[in-house]
């Protein structure tokens, strides 16, 4: 299915085939980007249901709303984190949430952001650039254990010593300012015989952006309080694009099984060759979802 945003969402056709969308309703998307997934949904719940859209990237709702304004007063979006939700809905109930963790291809893209190495940007990574410290106060202020043991616990990076002690030499010389910079230093530091296509920096990339962006903190609460706010027989969907988050989503779903809940996915749904081979986000997506108890 085309989207009617200029990117492709991930594991569409799964997604709206795991929330069972319907006509009617009210549906979620608490991370919705660019707008793919909302966009799918409310064409899905046409012609009377309703969307509420979320995003922590105040510039990528914008372009999102712009996006979505024909859709009109059938969706409402809002500046925030996902794990608001159960704030922002109040007392109304949702037939489906979805939940697209990680960051997005706009921001991924955009040199400014500072989220990639392949493109020369400020050290910046924050997904919300209204507060908040960034990946280079990181780098240039934590002190050389505490950066190792974050580039290890968040990276799974195996030489975390060695790049953190790496780093602390570099700025010893000077600060530490933009990726292309850091991802140099890691290169440098790195052991040889890295897998063939898989860059030295990207484990250290991604700890750098778990931590600015406190992707893990209350993860596991968070999804317990928004699977609350589903109605009788409503669905939760979240795709997960590294180990830790998909973990913290499994290790939370089997919980709330064993109080009541469904679970729709017993392994993670990932995307087909012809998927990954046309989107290089999705290659490392895995989707979960649940269903809430029925009516007593």
Known sequence: MASDVGHVPVL??????????RPGGLWV????????????????????????????????????????????DRVRLETGDFREIPERLGSERADGILLDLGIS????????RGFSFQADG?????????????????????PE???????????????????????????????????VELADIVRRAAPAGRRRGFHPATRTFQALRIHVNRELEGLGEALERIVACLGPAGRLAVIAFHSLED??????????????????TKKPIRPSEAEARE??????????????????
Do not use: W
């Open 12 to 21: 569409l056709g799964e997604v709206l085939e795991l929330l069972a969308v």
């Open 29 to 72: 998307d608490g991370t919705v980007g660019l707008g793919g997934h909302a966009a799918a949904l409310l064409r899905a719940s046409a012609p009377d249901g309703r969307l509420v859209g979320m995003d922590r990237d105040s510039e990528t709702l914008e372009r999102a709303r712009a996006e979505l304004v024909h859709f009109g």
């Open 105 to 112: 291809s706009v921001q991924l893209d955009d040199p400014a």
């Open 122 to 142: 400020p050290l910046d990574m924050r997904m919300d650039r209204r507060e908040g410290e960034t990946a280079a106060d990181v780098v240039n202020e934590m």
């Open 145 to 179: 254990g505490e950066l190792a043991d974050l580039i290890y616990a968040y990276g799974e990076e195996r030489a975390s010593r060695r790049i953190a002690r790496a780093i602390v030499r570099a700025r010893e010389r000077a600060e530490v300012r933009t990726t």
């Open 247 to 264: 973990r913290v989503v499994k290790t939370t779903f089997r919980e709330l099984a064993r109080r009541g809940c469904t679970l729709l």
């Open 279 to 296: 989107n290089r986000r999705a290659r490392s997506a895995r989707l979960r979802a649940l269903a809430s108890e029925e009516a007593a």
